[in-house]
Structures are given as structure tokens and as C-alpha cells.
């Protein structure tokens, strides 16, 4: 793959994919009156790599044998990912418009129950990463070639079972893994050195025996050459941190905590649609 010559055309492809993302976010969760806005933001723009491209997987096909697994651990930030696959034609989009309604298939968390695309169901921090080392192993023993992804939030990295996964995969060489942490540096209550400090962070799971690749999660060619780009060292598995905005998108939502809990009103509603617009021009 030509990275140089192909740039700047899957680029544009992905941001007018996280766009859209963001935009059915935004009215699914002020339909629903719900919340998790800025996580489901601050990775809109790796969802829209992963699933533009990076990802073997199909939509058609969503069991195919062969596929990636792509495990959403931080599952609060569904929104998100349903939109994303919505899109992406795991089903249809008019499904988003029951988000988080009495009766419907897409829950407050991340569910795999009659939601095509969806591997696990998850929204208990801390836990996704284990699974995804067990997914991994599977496919190591079986000889399958399918690769497993698990996209975290910073804060759930304060769980001790993360840590667990985390020396778990380099002792089993599980090169087949990739953690991409959401870093946007903000949890429930507030900023995360300030609850928990996780400095220094690349050094941790270094030291702990992953590869590790710290990029601007808001930089399409830099995520898309560093997915593109694992295993990073063979025997190792791969983590991805990505330094993130919380809100991205939206101004008045970004790098605030306001928007972990809160959905917008009407006035909020009419501005974030403006700006969000206005990108899509």
C-alpha cells in the first residue's frame, strides 16, 4: 500500500464517515436523553478508520469465520459504534432511531443480542481487554488468521483487570491483539491525572512487554498508517495510545466533563448541528 500516493483521498473518506457518526450520535442521544457524548466523539475518528478500511470484516457476512473481532471495551460510548456499523450496513439505519428505547435491540451499553456486528456485550469497565486476550489466544491455538481489536477508554484503565489482561498477552505472545486506548485524558468526574494519574502511560505497557505506538487520535493518515501497520513487533502485542479531545467535534462540548453525563437541549441541539453541518460542507 502506497500510503503517500492514497493519503489525502482516504482522508477525506474517513472524515466524512466520523461526521456522520457524529451527527447520528448527536440525535440519538438527544432523542433518548441520554448521554456519553464526548467518549462516543473522541473516537468517532478511529471508528471511521477502523471500519473504512483497517477492519476485515463484512457487513454482509457479519459471523464470516475469517473476520476481525472488534471488541468496543469502553461500552458506554455505543452510540458511537451502532452509528458507526449503521453505516457501515450491518443494518439498517433507521435502527438508530430506537436507541435507548423501551423495546429496542440498542442498549444504553453495548450489546451483541440481535445486533449484527456487535461481538460482545460490555459496559462493566476493566473487562474488555480480558476478552479480547481470550478471543486472541483462541485464534492462536486454532491457527485462524483473524485479528482482534479492543478499543479502551482511559479511565477504565484504573481497573485492576486491565492490568491483569495486560501482562497476560506479551506471556502468551498474543501478536494477533491490539489495544487502542482512548486517551482524551477526562473520566466520569473528572480529569484522569487528577483522579488517577496513569503517567507515564506508553512506558507502562511497554514495560509490561507491548509494542507501543502513541498517535494523534484525531489525525486520520497517522491512525490509518498505524493500524495498517500491526503487529508492530512480531511475538508482541500491539498498543495503540491515541491522544484524543473529549467532544471532539462540537466546541462548546470539547475537553469538558460536562459532556460525559449530560445530553443537550434544544439551544445546544440547534448549535451542535450548526458546527457539525458546517463540517460536513
Same mark, same amino acid.
Given at each position: 500500500?502506497?500510503?503517500?500516493?492514497?493519503?489525502?483521498?482516504?482522508?477525506?473518506? @474517513? !472524515?466524512?464517515?466520523?461526521?456522520?457518526?457524529?451527527?447520528?450520535v448527536l440525535k440519538m442521544i438527544q432523542r433518548a436523553k441520554s448521554s456519553h457524548i464526548g467518549t462516543s466523539y473522541?473516537? !468517532?475518528?478511529?471508528?471511521?478508520?477502523?471500519?473504512?478500511?483497517?477492519?476485515?470484516?463484512?457487513?454482509?457476512?457479519? #459471523?464470516?469465520?475469517?473476520?476481525?473481532?472488534?471488541?468496543?471495551? $469502553?461500552? +458506554?460510548?455505543? !452510540?458511537?459504534?451502532?452509528?458507526t456499523l449503521a453505516e457501515a450496513g450491518f443494518f439498517p439505519l433507521d435502527w438508530l432511531d430506537t436507541f435507548y428505547q423501551d423495546g429496542s435491540r440498542l442498549m444504553g451499553h453495548i450489546s451483541h443480542t440481535g445486533v449484527p456486528g456487535v461481538e460482545f456485550s460490555t459496559g462493566s469497565l476493566? @473487562?474488555?481487554?480480558?476478552?479480547?486476550?481470550?478471543? #486472541?489466544l483462541a485464534a492462536k491455538r486454532k491457527a485462524d488468521s483473524y485479528r482482534t481489536f479492543v478499543l479502551l477508554s482511559d479511565g477504565e484503565c484504573d481497573e485492576g483487570s486491565i492490568w491483569e489482561a495486560a /501482562? &497476560?498477552?506479551?506471556?502468551?505472545? /498474543?501478536?494477533?491483539?491490539?489495544?487502542?486506548?482512548?486517551?482524551? $485524558?477526562?473520566?466520569?468526574?473528572g480529569r484522569v491525572d487528577e483522579i488517577l494519574n496513569l503517567e507515564p502511560f506508553g512506558a507502562k505497557w511497554e514495560s509490561f512487554g507491548w509494542s507501543v505506538r502513541e498517535i494523534d487520535g484525531h489525525d486520520f493518515n497517522q491512525i490509518?498508517?498505524? /493500524?495498517?501497520?500491526?503487529? &508492530?513487533?512480531?511475538g $508482541?502485542?500491539?498498543?495503540?495510545?491515541? +491522544?484524543?479531545?473529549?467532544? $471532539?467535534?462540537?466546541? &462548546?462540548?470539547?475537553?469538558?466533563?460536562?459532556? @460525559?453525563?449530560?445530553?443537550?437541549?434544544?439551544?445546544?441541539?440547534?448549535? !451542535?448541528?450548526?458546527?457539525?453541518?458546517?463540517?460536513?460542507s
Open positions: 500500500m502506497n500510503l503517500t500516493s492514497t493519503a489525502p483521498v482516504s482522508a477525506n473518506r @474517513h !472524515a466524512v464517515l466520523a461526521q456522520k457518526i457524529r451527527l447520528h473522541s473516537m !468517532a475518528d478511529l471508528l471511521a478508520v477502523l471500519y473504512g478500511g483497517v477492519l476485515r470484516v463484512d457487513s454482509q457476512r457479519p #459471523a464470516w469465520p475469517e473476520r476481525d473481532r472488534f471488541i468496543l471495551s $469502553k461500552g +458506554h460510548g455505543c !452510540a458511537g459504534l451502532y452509528a476493566g @473487562h474488555g481487554l480480558s476478552i479480547g486476550c481470550g478471543v #486472541a /501482562l &497476560f498477552a506479551p506471556h502468551h505472545r /498474543l501478536d494477533n491483539l491490539v489495544a487502542i486506548i482512548d486517551y482524551n $485524558k477526562i473520566q466520569s468526574l490509518e498508517s498505524t /493500524l495498517s501497520s500491526v503487529p &508492530f513487533e512480531p $508482541k502485542p500491539s498498543c495503540i495510545v491515541a +491522544h484524543t479531545v473529549k467532544g $471532539k467535534g462540537v466546541g &462548546f462540548m470539547e475537553n469538558t466533563v460536562l459532556w @460525559h453525563y449530560r445530553s443537550p437541549n434544544d439551544e445546544e441541539m440547534r448549535q !451542535a448541528l450548526s458546527e457539525l453541518n458546517a463540517g460536513c
